[in-house]
């Protein structure tokens, strides 16, 4: 089946530093990525979509300029929390679609990132 | 606004018994539901999904039911085993690919 790797699992990482979260398919190209944002016993919040070759599309609330998403190929997206703080500490997961089949989404194992 | 709602945040079953996970969602524009368990710190995994021409989709242990005028959908694990504690999402698509999800309810079974 089509896997989703995301990369690293778990960061920890100095107020005002930024950190990169990386988003893999491994065995299908994904012109659809989307990042999702996990805050303890709450449900996933959609961040925003990442298309290949455009600028991605937040939702609202969420700062694109804190957020930074690069979906520079078919197989990879990035997110990049920018100064981070320690509210932006969670549980950040991506997502992807296949070509072959829209749903179920596929999603990476999540990276918990801790800011202190 | 909680367009997917999932209104009990916890379960306990007993081993054996059957789990019914609800799920109730407000916009009538959705016509695909799906099943996601997630353990922490984990992603979430697929389980069943059902379309909104269906009113019901079975696969193995797991029974997902749609009530579209209720806009009500639950899923049925049966029989109940522990390796089934997790928590269970359910999601919903409409006209976009963006998956909506509810928030999440935690089952625990227990021997």
């Known amino acids: 089946g089509a896997v989703v790797s995301q990369h690293p699992s778990w960061v920890i990482c100095k107020s005002g530093t930024s950190v990169k979260i990386e988003c893999r398919s491994l065995d299908f190209q994904a012109t659809t990525m989307f990042w999702y944002r996990q805050f303890p016993k709450q449900s996933l919040m959609l961040m925003a979509t990442?298309?290949?070759?455009?600028?991605?599309?937040?939702e609202q609330g969420v700062e694109k300029d804190k957020f930074l998403i690069n979906h520079a190929s078919l197989t990879l997206s990035t997110l990049t929390v920018t100064s981070a703080h320690p509210e932006d500490s969670s549980f950040y997961i991506c997502?992807?679609?296949?070509?072959?089949?829209?749903?179920?989404?596929?999603f990476g194992n999540g990276t918990r990132l801790t800011v202190t | 606004d909680q367009q997917v709602k999932q209104n009990s945040p916890s379960l306990s079953v007993q081993e054996g018994r059957i789990s019914i996970l609800n799920c109730d969602y407000t916009n009538s524009m959705f016509d695909y539901f799906l099943w996601y368990k997630k353990y922490p710190a984990e992603g979430p995994t697929f389980l069943i999904s059902i379309s909104s021409i269906k009113d019901k989709n079975e696969d193995g242990r797991f029974t997902v039911f749609l009530n579209k005028s209720a806009k009500h959908l639950s899923l049925h694990i049966v029989p109940s085993q522990p390796g089934d504690s997790a928590v269970y999402f359910c999601?919903?698509?409409?006209?976009?690919?963006?998956?909506?999800f509810g928030t999440g309810t935690r089952l625990q079974v227990f021997p």
């Open positions: 999601a919903a698509l409409g006209n976009t690919d963006k998956l909506i």
């Open positions: 990442s298309n290949e070759g455009s600028k991605a599309t937040y």
């Open positions: 997502s992807a679609l296949t070509p072959a089949d829209n749903s179920p989404l596929h």
